[in-house]
């Protein structure tokens, strides 16, 4: 009486590619799956970038406002800007990436 788990899955598998090599469409698939994540980390790095940037930036002219209320409204207004500029980012670098079938 064999049951068939996942450990019995796992095993048999792994008996198959030791004997047979990795099946080319895992090995594709793979390599597809480090490529994005590459990619990936590039668009997060891009919009990182834009973020620390656009941070010291409001923060810079937060700073330089006379009273406590401009400084806010400065804040405020720095924040919806840094926000749309880190998306803008994101997506630039998603584009040249290629990423979601976006052409460069």
Known sequence: ??????????????????L?????FM????RVFQQETEKLRKVAKA????????????KAEAD???SE????ETAAQKTKAAAKRVADAAKSEAKSQNLGGAKP
Request: hydrophobic share 50%; net charge negative.
């Open 69 to 72: 209320e401009t400084a806010a």
């Open 64 to 66: 330089d406002a006379a």
């Open 20 to 24: 047979r090599a990795v099946p080319s």
């Open 27 to 30: 090995a594709e698939a793979e």
């Open 1 to 18: 009486d064999r049951k068939l788990n996942s450990g019995n899955v796992i095993d048999a598998l792994s008996d198959l590619f030791i």
């Open 47 to 58: 919009a990182g970038k834009e973020a620390k940037t656009a941070a010291a930036e409001a």
